[in-house]
């Protein structure tokens, strides 16, 4: 379930006469998402995603957000951009909470993507990051490698009790981590989470790219990792496709050449990005009670993401 916020028709209909967005005609919670209230709405202009952000996404970073998504579809990238109200707002308060009125994107998101729709989705991330190239706010990454050490010591020994021995093993892995990371990478702006389930298809062909809440600046190759790492396995992470993996990254550079420095970090980059979920899914897995409505990312699917990464990385990425 994603719908915290009710929204009722009486303020719906008030938020809209905001917009030359037509009349409310209806209105659907959307099921899919953990971490906004999302709408379907119809009106009699046309059809949007009416998106209310809840405690995950600060107010105070919407106007990053919505700066990228304007930067990216002024660009032709298939975005979803917030809609305009006649004086120009993007952002607004609807029930409390901050809220956008977000233009709808067709397509649907893949569970099992194909080598055709992996390369696609590597060439639209590609695309993505040199539209960016001129993209200048910026935004650190709350989830980034300096916050792994605080994120390990905020879950502590509770980790033991997702697996015996996690917190060694974590602790092992994030100082290895840490000790090879490499800070002389460009910054840039990044997705940081293009799971399958961000990335709208029609057939073989990428029609949106969303959720853009944790976009921010940090390396491009660690958004590549981010994404490999998502696609290339199956939901437990014991089993790597390389038909995937290699289509992803075929797709990337088919856009756009990763320069090499950036290409020689990729091994030590999907390392920290499978712990960056691993800790993350960690802390929501010791603090979502069983039967909560929302359901809990297994943490250990990225243990074993890290542990392939480790032992194949460097043959991976070469
Ligand atoms: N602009 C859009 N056009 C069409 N559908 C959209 C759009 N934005 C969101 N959706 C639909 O709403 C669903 C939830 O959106 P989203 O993934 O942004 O939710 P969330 O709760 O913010 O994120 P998370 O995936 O992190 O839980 C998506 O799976 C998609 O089906
Ligand atoms: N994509 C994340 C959750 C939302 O950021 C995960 O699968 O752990």
């Not at 709405?41 to 919407?62: H, N, P």
């Not at 190239?133 to 994120?151: I, K, Y």
Request: include cysteine; hydrophobic fraction near 45%; charged fraction near 20%.
């Amino acid at each position: 379930m994603a719908v915290y916020t009710q929204v009722s028709a009486e303020a719906l209909s008030d938020f809209l006469a905001k917009f030359d967005a037509g009349a409310l005609v209806s209105a659907k919670g959307i099921a899919e998402g953990v971490e906004n209230s999302n709408y379907l709405v119809d009106t009699t202009g046309g059809r949007f995603i009416l998106t209310l952000y809840e405690k995950r996404v600060a107010a105070d970073d919407l106007p990053y957000f919505m700066a990228l998504l304007d930067h990216l579809a002024a660009k032709g990238l298939p975005v979803p951009p917030a809609i305009k109200d006649r004086a120009g707002h993007e952002i607004h308060e609807l029930e409390g909470r901050p809220a956008c009125l977000i233009k709808f994107l067709p397509g649907v998101s893949v569970t099992t993507p194909t080598p055709a729709q992996a390369r696609a989705a590597g060439e639209a991330l590609s695309q993505m990051h040199w539209a960016l190239e001129d993209f200048l706010l910026d935004r650190p990454n709350s989830m980034g490698v300096d916050t792994w050490q605080a994120q390990l010591d905020r879950c502590g020994r509770d980790l033991d009790t997702i697996a015996p021995g996690l917190f060694d093993r974590v602790s092992r892995a994030l100082e290895r981590i840490i000790a090879q990371w490499p800070r002389h990478l460009p910054p840039s702006a990044i997705h940081a989470d293009l799971f399958p389930d961000n990335v709208l298809m029609l057939g073989d062909e990428v029609t949106g790219l969303i959720d853009f809440y944790f976009a921010c600046t940090d390396v491009r190759a660690f958004d590549l990792a981010v994404t490999h790492g998502a696609w290339a396995f199956d939901a437990s992470g014991h089993h790597y496709d390389a038909a995937i993996g290699n289509a992803l990254l075929q797709g990337y550079q088919r856009a756009n050449v990763l320069p090499s420095d950036e290409r020689a970090a990729l091994p030590i980059l999907a390392e920290g990005a499978a712990l960056r979920f691993l800790l993350s899914r960690a802390w929501d897995w010791l603090n979502t009670p069983a039967n909560a409505m929302v359901t809990r990312k297994d943490p250990l699917a990225y243990l074993r993401r890290l542990d392939f990464y480790a032992a194949n990385g460097d043959a991976l990425f070469a």
